[in-house]
């Protein structure tokens, strides 16, 4: 609705160009969409640490951070992606044209269903596509815009993000990275998130994991509820029509 009254709900648009001129492009963003994020950032993650401990910690602490930020916001307001809306031209593209097992239901129990805003796709490639671009090989800096611009186009055409959760997942990025600057700027030597606050990040973050456990299941009740009565009320709605049409018209 947001998006719609500012006039830039581009994102159906996009997704019957993809589906219309190339399905096998479509497949292509599915792949990207799922192999883009994890495998990356987790390769990355494992040669940093090898090669640069120091900056290691840098981009892990960020992440912990954003993650945070992300966890509260999912908590005070979870929202569903744009595939859960196929009657306004959404379509999940995963969920058509494969690979199936990753849309199945089997899949779901791995995800919160309602955490798109915002989205930490887009808020974690957008650090490390700041990590790529700060490296000192020539050849790694263009995947510093390549990486989360490819990332954007996957969540969106996938039908898994608005334009706005990757705007949230940037500003998230934007926060986290300011915020931690502050921290090692007032005390450099301790690098606080670094050694004495990590336990007390993860623990927060093992906590907050463990609170959306019972969080995701009442939501996905509630949201399923609300979803059943608004198509009741438009069923009736359209019986109520359809009786005034038919005395109007005998």
């Known amino acids: 609705a947001f998006e719609f009254g500012r006039g830039f709900l581009w994102e159906p648009s996009w997704l019957a160009w993809v589906i219309e001129h190339s399905k096998g492009l479509a497949i ?84 919160n269903a309602y955490a798109a805003m915002p989205s930490l796709h887009f808020s974690w490639t957008v650090l490390f596509g700041i990590l790529f671009f700060r490296m000192k090989h020539p050849w790694l800096k263009p995947l510093g815009v390549i990486y989360p611009g490819m990332t954007f186009l996957a969540i969106v055409i996938t039908g898994n993000h608005y334009i706005l959760d990757a705007i949230g997942g940037a500003a998230v990025a934007t926060i986290s990275a300011l915020v931690y600057y502050a921290i090692v700027r007032l005390d450099p030597q301790r690098t606080l998130l670094i050694s004495t606050a990590k336990v007390h990040l993860v623990r927060a973050g093992a906590y907050l994991s463990g609170a959306f456990a019972s969080w995701k299941s009442h939501t996905q009740a509630s949201f399923e509820a609300k979803r059943s009565r608004l198509r009741s009320e438009h069923y009736a709605f359209w019986r109520r029509s359809k009786r005034l049409h038919l005395k109007y018209h005998l």
């Not at 916001?73 to 199936?100: C, K, N, W, Y």
């Open 28 to 111: 292509f963003i599915n792949w990207v969409y799922i192999l883009n994020f994890w495998a990356i950032i987790v390769v990355t993650a494992i040669i940093i640490y090898i090669l640069d401990r120091h900056k290691y910690f840098y981009y892990r602490n960020m992440i912990l951070l954003s993650l945070i930020i992300a966890l509260m916001v999912f908590m005070l307001f979870p929202l569903a992606p744009p595939r859960a809306m196929p009657e306004h031209g959404f379509i999940d593209t995963i969920q058509q044209f494969g690979p199936s097992w990753y849309g199945s239901r089997e899949m779901s129990v791995y995800y």
